[in-house]
């Protein structure tokens, strides 16, 4: 089982600290400067080693043919939200730009393609800003592609499946099988008193350049 990097202090949104948007100044609801994750890693110093992780952004990503259940299922994972009752307008046009990606794999994401989709399971309480319990989502960011999930329950099986542009493919996929089976019917999920947040946003990097 994975160590996953998130903490129930820390915003919801995005999902995973890989993907962060440049951190914006310090906030009632967001963590200060250095501020650093359950997991001791320091969100700034880990998004500025990540930035350029992807050299290659140009190739086509190494999917092997034991991944094709993992991609058809993220697939339907999106058009399943298109239909949720709580989507926005915004999150749906997002999520059609990743489908579009995940759709023509193993071709890269098209340039400045940084997004992601997925659901959140949180406690069933008004204004809650205390981050999430568990997290399902699927993202691509500076062209590193991630298939995830991160949970509560410190037993339970997550899923961190991830890929560069022309990296070999060494992901492993034991908890795939978990992971296609939860997003498949999402609202199983919850715990009496939990209730599940739909999150799909796509932004733009500043500092990133075309290849």
């Known amino acids: ?90 999150e749906i046009e997002a999520i059609r730009k990743m489908l579009q990606f995940l759709r023509r794999l193993p071709e890269p994401p098209p340039y400045g393609l940084n997004g992601e989709f997925g659901f959140r399971i949180e406690p069933d309480v008004d204004d809650w800003e205390g981050g999430h319990l568990s997290c399902w989502g699927v993202s691509v960011c500076r062209a590193m592609f991630e298939i995830f999930s991160c949970r509560d329950d410190e037993e339970a099986d997550e899923l961190s499946w991830l890929l560069c542009p022309g990296q070999h493919n060494f992901n492993d996929l034991t908890n795939a099988p978990a992971w296609i089976a939860e997003v498949s019917k999402m609202e199983e999920n919850l715990n009496p008193g939990q209730r599940l947040v739909v999150e799909a946003s796509t932004w733009s990097i500043p500092e990133e350049k075309e290849a």
């Open 1 to 90: 089982m994975s160590t996953r990097i998130y903490s129930p202090t820390t915003p919801s949104y995005p999902f995973r600290i890989i993907c962060l948007p440049p951190i914006p100044p310090p906030q009632k609801t967001r963590p200060p400067p250095g501020y650093t994750t359950r997991s001791g890693t320091n969100i700034q110093l880990l998004g500025k080693k990540m930035k350029d992780c992807c050299q290659d952004k140009t190739s086509p990503y190494d999917i092997r043919d034991a991944d094709n259940n993992l991609i058809r299922a993220c697939i339907s994972f999106g058009d399943a939200l298109l239909s949720h009752t709580s989507i926005t307008e915004t």
